[in-house]
């Protein structure tokens, strides 16, 4: 795993909660869970992040905070790829022995330092230049109804031919953000993320959360209480 270093984007801006990335939860800081899941992985480790504060926060933890991030790449519309794009520039300079990134959300704060792994080891294993994770859905893609006008309609039409989930003819998954693998070369020339040669890894539905409203986030304090 020389060639591997794990990137924490987070910007300190939010829109769903205000400061959401330093929410205090039973005296964490939320962007903690996953410093605190990562400390014992050798790799390279560095946040990006336009917050002085998550800095602070950052090198308690020994993860690197030398990269600057600039307003342009920290605004709500902007692409995680876009955001990313400088800083492997700037990491193709300073540590020419890294090749892919290992990008890790800190609004899943339930991932576990076993699915980075099992992440890492079926991106090298299957020679893939870039990897996501999934879990298995919530609900049935044939359950999803669409509203319009005050109007709805399934968005599957087959749904209606099923009595039961037993007719349910395919398995289900969604990509839950918790991890990203993937080359630096298709960020820097490509500015995408995810290549055609793209692999997945599986993770428990039970550590797929993804905070996004205040909904989310109780339901975190709830299942960590």
């Known amino acids: 795993m020389k060639n591997f270093a794990i990137i924490i984007p987070a910007r ?3 829109k769903g909660i205000k400061n959401k990335n330093i929410k205090k939860i039973k005296n964490l ?9 990562i400390r014992s992985i050798n790799l ?13 926060i950052a090198k308690k933890y020994k993860i ?34 890294v090749q892919n990134l290992i990008i890790l959300q800190c ?4 991932t576990k330092k ?3 792994i099992n992440a890492i080891n079926i991106f090298t294993k299957k020679k893939y230049s870039s990897l996501f994770s999934v879990s298995e ?29 037993q007719g349910y003819k395919i398995n289900s998954y969604f990509i839950n953000g918790s991890i ?30 993804d905070i996004n409203d205040m909904c989310d986030l109780n339901n975190f304090k709830k299942i960590i209480s």
């Open 64 to 97: 690197n905070t030398d990269y600057i991030r600039k307003a342009s790449t920290s605004g709500s519309n902007i692409s995680l790829s876009e955001t990313l794009n400088p800083f492997c520039k700037w990491l193709a300079h300073t540590n020419k022995t």
């Open 114 to 116: 076993i699915d980075i």
């Open 29 to 37: 800081y939320l962007i903690e869970f996953i410093f605190k899941e």
């Open 180 to 209: 990203y693998i993937t080359k630096i070369s298709n960020i820097i020339k490509n500015n995408h993320i995810i290549s055609k040669n793209n692999g997945l890894s599986i993770m428990p539905k039970s550590r797929s959360l």
């Open 12 to 14: 300190k801006g939010s």
């Open 137 to 165: 859905s919530i609900e049935h893609p044939y359950e999803t109804i669409n509203i319009k006008n005050g109007k709805w309609n399934y968005n599957f039409k087959k749904m209606l031919k099923f009595k039961g989930r």
């Open 107 to 110: 609004t899943s704060p339930l």
């Open 44 to 56: 390279p480790k560095y946040v990006v992040t336009d917050s002085k504060f998550i800095k602070k």
